[in-house]
């Protein structure tokens, strides 16, 4: 039989292991969950600044144009290039050292941003180790945020600061910066579209220019102004020459059969002989194989003719285009619109303190039990 004391003692035993399990248990759980929401309660309700919001929207858009052929798709196609990669150039612009340099010498940044009033932990270079500019850019890199929509390309631009008035003069500034910017896009390319009409132009008039000159020492070296219509009257002249030696030779025939002593005979034969001399040397003008001959002489005229056609017309093709570049040059080619203005917060939306504490307490929770879990793992493992 078990005496009351063996009992007793079990029972002693059993409840000191339940105390020491309960102490292990609560000491686990104080340092994983009830320390951790204290030191969330204590920062974010009494530590950690208020952080002001300003936010604004804006789209960046391109007039449409429309589709153009020759050298004007040229420049429509060496242009710009769809707006929402303009708008990924933009965002590039206000989140870069310029910017900032921009904003910080109308804004102290290094003074806004190491106010006393601001948190420790939130501070500019709380510490005073690093007061260099690229300190300061990083830091400014996470204060701006910058979202682009793709299916609306509707851009959101929050800038978070510890005062009002910071968040929306920096989102004012960073969104003016933004339109200078897409500016000096605008005026980038009118003066390459410009320029690179006129340079055609200037190409297309040497070329104009060389063609006719070569046409005009071509027609003062050989003598022609145009060899196909030349050639057309000496063909003219020919006939007519051919004719009238025709009649000769029918007026000679005539004298022989019905004067065969007349005086005229000899110069009737002394006309035919002088035609068809005038008729042999018309026809080697016209088709003959030396250098004065007009048929050899077409073929390089009409190479030039063609020459000086195809170069006129690039040189009108090129006018066209200047005009084209000028008359778009006057328009805008891209630019940003403000869909909501820059507003001034009159709460801090930021840190979400509540938020922040129940966060802090279910991560505690959720380490406690993993860590709960593992050792009584370990302890049955060894037991």
Do not use: C
């Not at 010498?105 to 007061?131: M, Q, T, W, Y």
């Amino acid at each position: 039989m078990i005496s009351k004391q063996q009992v007793s003692d079990w029972i002693n035993s059993w409840i000191k292991q339940l105390k020491n399990r309960i102490s292990k248990t609560s000491r686990l759980f104080l340092f994983t969950v009830v320390l951790p929401t204290l030191v969330a309660v204590f920062y974010f309700g009494l530590i950690k600044s208020d952080i002001y919001i300003s936010e604004s929207h804006f789209v960046i858009r391109s007039p449409e144009r429309q589709i153009q052929t020759g050298l004007g798709a040229i420049f429509q196609g060496a242009g710009f290039s769809r707006s929402q990669d303009d708008a990924h150039n933009v965002h590039d612009f206000m989140l870069s050292r310029d910017a900032l340099q921009n904003i910080n010498a109308e804004i102290d940044l290094r003074k806004a941003f190491n106010r006393r009033e601001v948190d420790l932990f939130s501070r500019f270079n709380p510490l005073g180790i690093d007061n260099s500019f690229e300190a300061l850019f990083r830091y400014y890199r996470k204060r701006i945020a910058i979202e682009l929509n793709n299916t609306s390309t509707i851009s959101i631009l929050q800038v978070r600061t510890f005062n009002t008035e910071d968040s929306y003069h920096i989102n004012e500034m960073l969104l003016q910066m933004g339109e200078e910017f897409i500016n000096r896009l605008n005026e980038r390319s009118r003066q390459d579209m410009i320029r690179f009409a006129k340079s055609e132009v200037n190409i297309a008039a040497q070329k104009a220019k060389k063609a006719a000159k070569d046409l005009s020492d071509f027609r003062n070296k050989h003598g022609v102004f145009d060899p196909e219509r030349q050639s057309a009257l000496q063909l003219k002249q020919i006939t007519k020459l051919q004719n009238e030696l025709l009649a000769t030779k029918v007026q000679l025939g005539q004298v022989r059969d019905f004067t065969p002593e007349s005086p005229r005979i000899p110069s009737l034969k002394k006309r035919i002989e002088i035609l068809r001399s005038e008729i042999e040397n018309e026809m080697a003008k016209v088709a003959g194989g030396g250098h004065r001959s007009l048929t050899g002489k077409a073929v390089e005229y009409e190479l030039l003719m063609i020459e000086r056609a195809f170069a006129d017309k690039q040189f009108a093709a090129a006018m066209v285009s200047l005009e084209q570049a000028r008359s778009d040059a006057q328009r805008q080619q891209l630019y940003l619109e403000r869909i909501v203005q820059p507003n001034k917060p009159d709460i801090a939306i930021e840190p979400r303190r509540i938020k922040s504490i129940l966060t802090t307490f279910i991560l505690g929770l959720i380490i406690w039990g993993i860590v709960t879990m593992f050792v009584s793992g370990v302890k049955e493992h060894f037991d």
